[in-house]
């Protein structure tokens, strides 16, 4: 079983930054592929990114080059450093763990608006 807690959710003004924190508690292997996802309000949960064995990270092309997600495998901790944020950013931000299986965060909520 495992447990994933997402935390560094706000209200942030348009171009501004905000870093995402995700704990993992339970069996973590290195090679389960970790993400974010997100969903705003009326609409589907979508990929943000994803990260892998640490350094392998895909991100959605909505988020490249303004988004980094990174790894800390010895913490079982996973980031997002969102940066130019756009009010188009406004979701709920899930943490994801998938070992066959997939684990879900509550979510925390990032809100990008003037």
């Known amino acids: 079983q495992v447990q994933l807690v997402e935390s560094g959710g706000g209200l942030v003004q348009p171009g501004g930054s905000l870093r995402l924190s995700c704990v993992a508690a339970g069996r973590i292997l290195s090679f389960h592929a970790m993400g974010w996802y997100r969903q705003a309000p009326g609409k589907q949960r979508e990929l943000v990114a994803t990260?892998?064995?640490?350094?392998?990270?895909n991100y959605a092309d909505s988020v490249k080059g303004r988004f980094t997600i990174s790894r800390d495998m010895r913490k079982n901790t996973m980031d997002l450093q969102m940066n130019s944020l756009k009010p188009e950013d406004t979701a709920v931000y899930f943490c994801?763990?998938?070992?066959?299986?997939?684990?879900w965060g509550k979510g925390t909520l990032v809100t990008v608006s003037s």
């Open positions: 994801n763990l998938f070992d066959g299986e997939n684990y």
């Open positions: 990260i892998s064995g640490g350094t392998s990270a």
